[in-house]
Every structure is written in structure tokens, then in C-alpha cells.
């Protein structure tokens, strides 16, 4: 218990040592040390170890996401710099350049990204659950102001837009709905998995929170599949006129 990795993640945070022996752990003399110890732990305790993990993990999860709240800019004053390329290939739509303020950081930012890395140093140390790992990694994109996505029309057409990493899926699908010479078409986004793609979520399901495109993995940036639910009605007509005027060839580097 005196190990400084342990003291600072466990005996210095309030309630650390009953939330150890909570879950089994017991508190015991030896060599001029403290020790927690534990015997093979039953299955009652694992369960009730695997419940105190998921319950730490998720207020990480709110505190980042609490913090990433401040510094939120409302999303109407996002400028999403429209534009529209025509007969691009998906090979072509698919290779995405960032601008360089995508990645640059203010000096508050540049302090915190070298504290979490200083961070993510010590705990790379400790016994981390896979899982709270991963979410660690996936943590790093949050350093991204901006997303920049690009959805794929089946006639070829490619409409970029920017977007906050904060905003819900269903802007996404507003965005695009009203891109539509036919916005009362349905349709779906499809991520940009190639393999076995899936469904971006529009809205959330029944008792869930609405998912954002930080969650489904949108940022820094993504090429979606525009797949439209035509009926004998509506079919798909391709973008409104007005944005098929701001039509482009697709120039990469």
C-alpha cells in the first residue's frame, strides 16, 4: 500500500481503501508494510468487483465528458464549409485532408495533452482493465475541435461538411435530409467500416442518450454511404440544386 503508484490511485483518493475492502480485500502487517490482500476471490466477489469497475468507469466516462461540455461551442455557430465533388470514386472520396487547424492546440491544450500522457505513462504500470484501456485510447481524439465527414451519394456525388465531434448523429442526418432535392426521402448512413458496414444511429434508442460523433468513431474524420429507403412514391433525385451548383472535381495531394 505504500507503492507510490498505489497510494496516489488508491490510499490518497477518499474511499479507495473501503471500496478494497469492500470487494474483499483485507488489511494486513508485515515486513514494516501495509498490505491489502486477497484470498481467490468466490464468484459472488468477482461479480461484485466487476460491478465496482463498471461503476469507476463510467463517472471517468461522465467527468471526460463533463469537460469536454466546457469547452463546447454551440453548434449553430459551427461553420461547416460546405462543399460538393462530383463521379468521385470511393477509393478517392475515402482520402480525407485534414486543414492544419484541425490538429493545431492552444497552450492550455498542449499542457493538458502532455499531463495525460505523463498520466497514461504511470498507469500503464498498474494492473488496467482491457477494457478501460481502450477507452484511454480512444480518449486521445478528443483533442479534435472539428470533424470533417464526407458522405457518398449513390450517383457519385460526395457532399463534405465540418461538424463538432459533440454533436449528435441526428444533426448528421438533419444535415444531410436537408441537402435532398427530395428531403422528404428516407435514408440511412452507413459508417465507414468496409467491411459488413453498419448503421449510424439517427436517434437514440428508447431510455438511451443520443449518440455523438466522437462516439461512433466520426473523428477527425469519416466517409459515409448515403443508402436511400425509396418507396413507389419517393425515390432518390440526388442533392438540392442549389448545392450541385457548388459541384467540384475532388484534387488530392
Not at 470487494?23 to 490482500?37: I, L
Not at 466516462?61 to 469547452?71: L, P, R, T, V
Not at 477527425?220 to 457548388?246: H, M, R, W
Amino acid at each position: 500500500m505504500s507503492n507510490p503508484k498505489i497510494r496516489e490511485a488508491i490510499g490518497e483518493v477518499s474511499g479507495g481503501v473501503e471500496l478494497l475492502e469492500l470487494v474483499g480485500f483485507v488489511s494486513k502487517e508485515g515486513g514494516g508494510e501495509m498490505w491489502a490482500v486477497m484470498d481467490v476471490p468466490k464468484k459472488e466477489m468477482i461479480t461484485l468487483m466487476n460491478k465496482a469497475i463498471m461503476l469507476l468507469e463510467q463517472e471517468k466516462i461522465e467527468e471526460g465528458n463533463k469537460s469536454e461540455k466546457e469547452e463546447m461551442v454551440e453548434p449553430k455557430k459551427i461553420d461547416r464549409q460546405i462543399r460538393v465533388f462530383f463521379s468521385v470514386p470511393e477509393s478517392v472520396a475515402a482520402k480525407i485532408e485534414l486543414p492544419d487547424s484541425f490538429y493545431s492546440l492552444s497552450a492550455e491544450e498542449v499542457k493538458r495533452e502532455a499531463e495525460l500522457r505523463k498520466k497514461k505513462n504511470a498507469e500503464s504500470q498498474l494492473l488496467i482493465p482491457k477494457s478501460f484501456k481502450e477507452k484511454q485510447a480512444k480518449a486521445g481524439r478528443r483533442r479534435y475541435r472539428r470533424t470533417m465527414i464526407r458522405i457518398q451519394f449513390p450517383d457519385g456525388a460526395v457532399l463534405q461538411a465540418v461538424f463538432a465531434p459533440w454533436e449528435p448523429t441526428s444533426s448528421l442526418y438533419k444535415f444531410v435530409s436537408l441537402s435532398l432535392k427530395e428531403p422528404s426521402l428516407e435514408f440511412e448512413l452507413l459508417d465507414p467500416v468496409l467491411v459488413k458496414r453498419r448503421v449510424i444511429p439517427s436517434f437514440p434508442a428508447a431510455g438511451q442518450k443520443a449518440r455523438t460523433l466522437y462516439d461512433e468513431d466520426l473523428v477527425p474524420s469519416a466517409l459515409i454511404k448515403f443508402k436511400p429507403i425509396e418507396t413507389d412514391s419517393v425515390v432518390f433525385t440526388g442533392l438540392s440544386n442549389e448545392l450541385l451548383e457548388l459541384s467540384e472535381p475532388l484534387v488530392t495531394n
